[in-house]
């Protein structure tokens, strides 16, 4: 793609500091300061997890695992233990199935307010930033006061669940849902209409339904530019099988329409955090293993980005002879080529944040 | 005029003042469930070494002394990922997470940064050797559904209380009480 000609100059961006503090390496092809190509470098946080994964017990990879990525890190655990026990045929209680999607909805919403706080810092309109962050923090308390840290639930192990929440925690819960929704809805009202917020994101970075469908983009990348695509009620698994999941799509494919899709999957996580608070069976939370056989398995998920999918062989011992996932970030990275195309210098931090790529995710 | 919309948020957050918390001027709220130091009650632990079978850093060590008096148990706080898989896998509920969250220490006493306990072996009263310690509570459900007297039992090894339980339950078969 990079094909610097006389008219054109090559612009190198990154590795650090573009929108934000992860690296990744952009050799931008210029005219004037419309952007004309686009050629990505990566590798520069891989830490071979899947190798260290090889080294660490099943047990063991359930941490492991949460550590991929910090705002994604329950993704990781559940799909990682959701292969081991559709690899062992383990029957997770269905306390324990309902209590992991309210993990996991708990990080959608803090996830997707960071990353659209983050864009706010990227238009440049700080106080925007400031107050998204502010509203993100009830949920930071959510996940302290429940799970006992502010990123890493440790939520999940093999057959269930590691904690059980009681009356008083679900309360609190509530409690922070009843704060965060008018906010939600406020800054849906302000992403949407707010004239310099319109200014920046609105037919800015466009990608097509149609190219959206020929790169087979994921999550909320994909939900911006039409596509109803969610692994939570598509291939629905653990307790979202009985839960009504609410798809958001929104038509416009630029910067604007996936930050409103985020903003929206916040309030639709709202709704299933009370629905599963509401059904909460009673009962265990832990299934009691057995033996890990030899043999694979797959488990997919919808994580924050999108699809998230973990394949998993054993050979009978407790060591996995294999582990690899494939990331959502990893599928929305190449779309950049194409909402890039004739945007301006300006704009790339900009169209970058809204794919919400995870670099650590991509590379590990 | 602008951002008007959004004015109104702002004023509303200058009129609530400060959301940070005022540490180290005040106390910052720690939750019950917060995940911090871990901590080990030698008085629990029957060196199962599952915790460590678990934890994903390495970040605990178990090794018995040479002397054969007990074995050291040991967690470097620097690896240590806070995870809380020992706690959870742990069978007798001798790990627990503490409240704990100042880490800060100088690099001279990085190596000293532990939790370090010494589990100390019985010695059995019935034929002298060294055993690991098999707490009350562990104990009393083990032994819950057999009339032995577990204070006595946990003073033998595991070969001297095998003996004293067959005496015990060929006591009782002779007397016809077991149902
Ligand atoms: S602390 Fe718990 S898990 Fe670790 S050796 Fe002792 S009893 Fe076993
Ligand atoms: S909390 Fe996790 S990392 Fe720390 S010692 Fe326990 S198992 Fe290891």
Not at chain 1, 83 to 93: G, R, T, Y
Not at chain 1, 294 to 299: D, E, F, H, S, Y
Not at chain 2, 134 to 153: C, E, F, K, M
Not at chain 2, 154 to 179: K, S
Request: with cysteine; glycine share 6%; net charge neutral.
């Amino acid at each position: 793609m990079n094909r610097t000609t006389e008219k054109t100059y090559a612009l190198p961006i990154g590795p650090v500091h573009v929108a934000l503090e992860e690296p990744m390496y952009y050799k931008i092809e210029l005219d004037g300061e419309i952007v004309r190509g686009v050629e990505l470098t990566a590798g520069h946080v891989h830490r071979g997890m899947e190798a260290l994964a090889l080294r660490r017990n099943l047990f063991q990879n359930i941490v492991l695992t949460e550590r991929v990525c910090s705002l994604c890190s329950n993704s990781h655990p559940y799909t990682y233990c959701m292969s081991v026990e559709n690899l062992a045929d383990i029957a997770v209680p269905p306390r324990a199935q309902c209590l992991r999607v309210v993990a996991e909805e708990i990080k959608r919403i803090s996830s997707h307010l960071f990353n659209v706080g983050v864009m706010a810092h990227v238009i440049g309109y700080n106080s925007l930033f400031m107050h998204m962050m502010q509203q993100r923090e009830i949920m930071q308390d959510v996940k302290e006061t429940l799970y006992g840290n502010r990123m890493n639930l440790s939520a999940n192990c093999i057959g269930g669940v590691t904690h059980d929440l009681e009356a008083e925690a679900f309360a609190f819960l509530l409690d922070g849902l009843a704060r965060l929704e008018p906010e939600v809805a406020r800054a849906l009202d302000i992403y949407r209409t707010d004239r310099m917020v319109v200014a920046r994101t609105r037919s800015v970075g466009v990608l097509s339904r149609e190219d959206a469908l020929a790169l087979a983009v994921v999550g909320p990348v994909a939900r911006g530019s039409g596509l109803a695509t969610d692994i939570r009620r598509d291939a629905p698994y653990g307790a979202y099988v009985g839960l009504d999941v609410d798809v958001v799509v929104e038509q416009g494919g630029d910067v604007q329409s996936r930050a409103l899709v985020r903003l929206r999957e916040i309030q639709a996580s709202i709704d299933l955090l009370r629905a599963c608070v509401r059904a909460m069976p009673a009962g265990p939370t832990l299934a009691v293993l057995p033996e890990i056989p030899a043999g694979q398995a797959i488990a997919r998920s919808e994580a924050p980005r999108g699809e998230l999918i973990y394949y998993l062989r054993t050979d009978g011992s407790q060591t996995p002879n294999r582990l690899k996932w494939r990331v959502p970030s990893y599928m929305n990275w190449d779309a950049l080529g194409i909402m890039l195309r004739n945007a301006k210098v300006s704009d790339i931090p900009l169209i970058v944040n809204s794919i919400d790529p995870c670099i650590s995710c991509t590379e590990r | 005029m602008i951002v008007f919309g959004f004015l109104k948020v702002l004023l509303g957050n200058v009129a609530k003042g400060p959301a940070t918390e005022p540490f180290p001027l005040g106390p910052a709220t720690t939750p019950a469930r917060f995940r911090g130091k871990v901590h080990m009650d030698p008085a629990l632990c029957v060196g199962c070494a599952i915790c460590r079978h678990v934890c994903v850093g390495n970040a605990i060590h178990i090794s018995e002394r040479a002397d054969g008096s007990g074995y050291d148990w040991v967690l470097w706080h620097n690896t240590c990922a806070l995870c809380g898989l020992c706690q959870h896998y742990c069978p007798t509920g001798a790990i627990s997470m503490s409240n704990d969250w100042h880490n800060a220490h100088l690099q001279a006493e990085k190596d000293e940064w532990c939790e370090s306990r010494f589990v100390p072996y019985l010695v059995c009263e019935r034929c002298g050797a060294h055993i690991r310690p098999l707490p009350t509570s562990v104990a009393g459900r083990l032994y819950a559904d057999n009339h032995v007297d577990v204070a006595r039992i946990l003073r033998l090894c595991p070969q001297c209380r095998q003996i004293e339980t067959a005496l015990h339950e060929g006591v009782r078969h002779d007397d016809q009480r077991v149902a």
